[in-house]
């Protein structure tokens, strides 16, 4: 995985950026993040439309937020995934349709028992995902290195790249899960 600049690499790769939350459905190529710490990226694919969404929220709870109205709700786990799940119905994502991923939250300082970002991160993560019903197929969180992931869209693949190690598939292509069975089912194209 490359890191770009731009939220748009000359390939058509959208890249999310800390505190951002992009939607795109194929033929855009793919959905990207990097340098996942303490943040956490919730990686969302509907395998019928093959529409994806990536959130990269920064910090567990908008509470901490002084600003009128709010800032960004995708700078906070409580605000950016009920805004996440939101956008995908808003372009015709069905909740029974999605596949969803977890990566990051990791414990990037030396001594990180005094914040714990990764953890209430995490912690508030599941907490909206409770509130809302929804569940993870793959999860890669916790540890100390930090992390990259990219969907593509046209599969549903999703690969994972901690620290400078080599990629690995978090989630495969298609439509098998585990626990699930969607052979019967067919991908709109």
Request: charged share 20%; hydrophobic share 40%.
């Amino acid at each position: 995985m490359r890191k770009h600049s731009s939220s748009e690499s000359a390939g058509g790769e959208v890249v999310v950026g800390v505190g951002d939350c992009r939607i795109a459905r194929y033929p855009v190529p793919s959905l990207s993040t990097f340098a996942l710490g303490s943040c956490i990226a919730v990686v969302v694919y509907d395998w019928k439309t093959r529409t994806g969404g990536l959130l990269h929220a920064m910090l567990p709870d908008s509470s901490i937020d002084r600003s009128p109205g709010g800032s960004n709700p995708f700078v906070y786990m409580d605000t950016g995934v009920p805004e996440l799940f939101q956008r995908l119905a808003a372009v015709g994502c069905s909740k029974h349709s999605l596949r969803c991923c977890v990566v990051g939250g990791a414990a990037m300082m030396a001594d990180s028992s005094l914040f714990e970002i990764g953890k209430r991160n995490y912690l508030a993560l599941r907490k909206a995902f409770w509130r809302h019903g929804i569940l993870t197929d793959q999860e890669d969180v916790g540890g100390f290195e930090s992390r990259s992931v990219r969907l593509d869209l046209e599969t549903g693949r999703i690969v994972l790249r901690k620290g400078a190690g080599s990629e690995r598939v978090l989630m495969p292509a298609g439509l098998s899960l585990p626990g699930r069975d969607l052979s019967h089912a067919s991908v709109a194209r």
